[in-house]
């Protein structure tokens, strides 16, 4: 299995920078697709954004320009980098991967979440 630990979160003032980062660890073949996500109180979880094997990203159109999405494949571990953070930005942040396993005979991919972490953004 594949456990993600996220850390990072905490309160900013209006226009602050916080760097979120996401650790995996387990029995891992290769971290396929990996990105953020992120719950607001009463709305659905949404794309923040994500970053293929080979660096390629997509961000959410209101985090463009003000995020950056980030690897080390040598560590597993993914990172966000947030700047003019708005209190709009406040949410629980999840960290999330695609991991390709081995089970002895066969490779299956399989997707995974971390525990979120909180990130309100108040002056």
């Known amino acids: 299995q594949v456990q993600l630990v996220e850390s990072g979160g905490g309160l900013v003032q209006p226009g602050g920078s916080l760097r979120l980062s996401c650790a995996a660890s387990g029995s891992i073949f290769r971290l396929n697709d990996m990105g953020w996500y992120r719950q607001a109180p009463g709305k659905q979880r949404e794309l923040v954004a994500t970053?293929?094997?080979?660096?390629?990203?997509v961000y959410a159109d209101s985090v463009k320009g003000r995020f950056t999405i980030s690897r080390d494949n040598a560590k597993n571990t993914v990172s966000l980098q947030m700047n003019s953070l708005e209190p709009e930005d406040t949410a629980v942040y999840y960290c999330?991967?695609?991991?390709?396993?081995?089970?002895?005979?066969?490779?299956?991919?399989?997707?995974?979440w971390g525990q979120g972490t909180q990130v309100t953004v108040s002056s």
């Open positions: 999330n991967a695609d991991a390709t396993l081995y089970s002895g005979t066969y490779f299956y991919s399989r997707d995974y």
């Open positions: 970053i293929t094997s080979s660096g390629s990203t």
